[in-house]
Nanobody, 119 residues
Framework: QVQVAESGGCSVQAGGSLRLSCVVDEYTYYRAWFRQAPGKEREGVAA??????EYADSVRGRLAISEDKAVNTVWLQMNNLKPEDTGMYFC?????????????????WGQGTQVTVSS
């Protein structure tokens, strides 16, 4: 069982920046960040696969996913945050992901880290 652990969530004001971290204890080909707001479905925001990244339209240009394979860490740099970015952010990993921003494609999940953006 691959262990996934997120950190870095906190409360920020609109326009601010935040960087989330995710440690995956074994390398997997696909790693992604999802978020879930109260009363809404979990949605993919950024994914990192084999030589490629993918972003949701709502975050493209503001969020960036990156990794350091040496320390099994994936980051989500979040800039120009908006109140609608508020939610629980989850990191997920798996070795296959045909649709890399779809939650059901991932087997391994962290517990989540809360991001709150105030206006």
């Amino acid at each position: 069982q691959v262990q996934v652990a997120e950190s870095g969530g906190c409360s920020v004001q609109a326009g601010g920046s935040l960087r989330l971290s995710c440690v995956v204890d074994e390398y997997t080909y696909y790693r992604a960040w999802f978020r879930q707001a109260p009363g809404k479905e979990r949605e993919g925001v950024a994914a990192l696969g084999v030589g490629a990244t993918e972003y949701a339209d709502s975050v493209r240009g503001r969020l960036a996913i990156s990794e350091d394979k040496a320390v099994n860490t994936v980051w989500l740099q979040m800039n120009n945050l908006k109140p609608e970015d508020t939610g629980m952010y989850f990191c997920a990993a798996y070795n296959t992901a045909v649709r890399s921003l779809t939650p059901s494609e991932y087997r391994y999940w962290g517990q989540g880290t809360q991001v709150t953006v105030s206006s």
